[in-house]
């Protein structure tokens, strides 16, 4: 049996269910094999979700101020110059 026969009732929530899938090589609904491609995926998944925790962790501890976000040297930029031409 797989995947909702197990839990009846409330579904996992979708890290758990990476994790089976990625312990057992199965898919969780089916029960059908993983091909190396859906492996990859789901490693793409996890990894991401982990990088994204980390990022949201260092900025948690040190917040961007709009000094830190607005561009300081508009000369190299590209930017329209207000004569209207490019710099």
């Known amino acids: 049996m797989y995947g909702r026969e197990i839990k009846r009732g409330n579904d996992i929530d979708e890290m758990s269910r ?4 990625l312990r057992e090589g199965v898919d ?8 190396d491609v859906e492996k990859a995926q789901r490693w793409s998944i996890v990894l991401s979700s982990i990088a994204q925790v980390s990022i949201a962790a260092y900025y ?11 561009l300081k040297d508009k000369g190299t930029s590209g930017a329209v110059h207000e004569t209207g031409g490019i710099r």
């Open 18 to 21: 990476l994790a089976i899938e």
């Open 28 to 35: 969780y609904d089916t029960g059908r094999p993983l091909t």
């Open 60 to 70: 948690a501890g040190h917040p961007l101020t709009v000094d830190d976000v607005v």
